[in-house]
């Protein structure tokens, strides 16, 4: 195929253009794009399967230097600090179709994890579940709140909200035990009742985890017309 030269006007206005902006293009490209690659970034959170720690609408912070640094737009790894921790909200690829979600850690490598009768067990104990204080759950929406059934996770030391749904047809609610692999981790939404996480699609690989989430930037409840919910603006994730 032969490509014919460009108008000299389509030309001039191109150049226009590129004159105008080409600052604002290279910050861009040099700058943001490898800032939110390596550094830092946002992730909007469309779904509930982090509920009630994270709400659908929430415009999570994710720390992509808290484990290591990467080359930009890679897998490479340059330096490493530290593992993920069980506890841990982390942003990864997911295995199945390599999208970008989060959810927690609740196992990592030579850990046993079991589930029985949504009891979560780490190395043959079960985790001791208390009350949850209110304000950990508001904001949840109304009629899911009313169903829900949460309780406080005590997860190795690590205290969180987790929720199940009775009557929900959804994850399993229970699994034999799973020992994790050298490399690979456990993850889990505290959704547990509404969250497709390695019980579906197994574990995942420590090259997968690509940063760790422990604040609320903003948000706007996207099933009451993106209302912002001002008193989870800067909320701290625990």
Same mark, same amino acid.
């Given at each position: 195929?032969?490509?014919? /030269?460009?108008?000299?006007?389509? &030309?001039? $206005?191109?150049?226009?253009?590129? *004159?105008?902006? &080409?600052?604002?293009?290279?910050?861009?490209?040099?700058?943001? *794009?490898?800032?939110?690659?390596?550094? @830092? +970034? %946002?992730?909007?959170?469309?779904?509930?399967?982090?509920?009630?720690?994270?709400?659908?609408?929430?415009?999570?912070?994710?720390?992509? =230097?808290? #484990? +290591? =640094?990467?080359?930009?737009?890679?897998?490479?790894?340059?330096?490493?600090?530290?593992?993920?921790?069980?506890?841990?909200?982390?942003?990864?690829?997911?295995?199945?179709?390599? %999208? &970008?979600?989060?959810?927690?850690?609740?196992?990592?490598?030579?850990?046993?994890?079991? =589930?029985?009768?949504?009891?979560?067990?780490?190395?043959?104990?079960?985790?001791? #579940?208390?009350?949850?204080?209110?304000?950990?759950?508001?904001?949840?929406?109304?009629?899911?709140?009313?169903? @829900?059934?949460?309780?406080?996770? !005590?997860?190795?030391?690590?205290?969180?909200?987790? %929720?199940?749904?009775?009557?929900?047809?959804?994850?399993?609610?229970? $699994? /034999? /035990?799973?020992?994790?692999?050298?490399?690979?981790?456990?993850? %889990?939404?505290?959704?547990? +009742?509404?969250?497709? !996480?390695?019980?579906?699609?197994?574990?995942?690989?420590?090259?997968?985890?690509?940063?760790?989430?422990?604040?609320? =930037?903003?948000? $706007?409840?996207?099933?009451?017309?993106?209302?912002?919910?001002?008193?989870?603006?800067?909320?701290?994730? &625990?």
């Amino acid at each position: 195929m032969k490509f014919l /030269p460009l108008p000299p006007p389509v &030309r001039s $206005f191109l150049k226009r253009k590129w *004159t105008e902006w &080409r600052s604002t293009i290279l910050f861009a490209a040099f700058v943001l *794009t490898p800032v939110k690659s390596s550094l @830092a +970034d %946002m992730n909007w959170v469309p779904s509930g399967s982090m509920n009630p720690t994270i709400l659908e609408g929430d415009l999570v912070y994710v720390d992509k =230097l808290a #484990y +290591d =640094l990467r080359l930009p737009l890679t897998y490479q790894r340059i330096a490493k600090w530290q593992d993920p921790a069980k506890g841990d909200i982390v942003v990864f690829f997911s295995p199945k179709d390599d %999208m &970008r979600i989060v959810k927690r850690v609740v196992g990592t490598p030579g850990d046993v994890i079991e =589930l029985r009768n949504r009891t979560l067990y780490l190395n043959g104990k079960p985790l001791d #579940y208390a009350p949850l204080p209110a304000a950990e759950s508001a904001g949840l929406n109304p009629p899911l709140a009313a169903r @829900a059934v949460m309780a406080e996770e !005590d997860l190795a030391g690590r205290e969180h909200a987790v %929720m199940a749904i009775p009557g929900f047809p959804g994850s399993p609610t229970s $699994f /034999p /035990p799973i020992t994790v692999p050298p490399g690979q981790y456990f993850i %889990m939404g505290d959704n547990r +009742d509404n969250s497709l !996480d390695s019980r579906d699609y197994g574990m995942v690989e420590r090259k997968r985890i690509i940063g760790k989430v422990s604040t609320v =930037l903003a948000s $706007f409840d996207i099933l009451d017309k993106y209302q912002p919910r001002t008193s989870r603006f800067m909320k701290s994730l &625990r």
